[in-house]
């Protein structure tokens, strides 16, 4: 793929993160984000490409694609309906 874009995959689980890497493989920038931060980091830690981020507001803003890949509908629609806090300075 020539043509790289900025991409927010919601949900580090076995399909979230694979499907990050393959995108963070083939170019993409792609921006990891899940309720665990600690498991969107584990999984961007030997991800090409794959970003890590702490809040739905490092995650979004400014992404070409948002790819929600969460539990079921109630966990989207929740995730979806949150105030989206401003980026973290850290």
Excluded at 14 to 35: D, E, I, P, S
Excluded at 68 to 88: F, N, Q, Y
């Amino acid at each position: 793929m020539s043509d790289a874009s900025t991409v927010a995959v919601l949900g580090a689980g076995a399909l979230g993160t694979a499907m990050a890497t393959r995108l963070g493989g083939t170019g993409h920038q792609v921006r990891l984000w899940n309720r665990t931060e600690e498991r969107a980091r584990a999984a961007a830690e030997h991800a090409p490409g794959v970003t890590a981020v702490g809040g739905l507001g490092d995650a979004v803003p400014g992404a070409a694609v948002v790819i929600t890949v969460l539990r079921d509908g109630e966990a989207v629609a929740e995730v979806m309906t949150v105030t989206t806090s401003p980026p973290s300075t850290s």
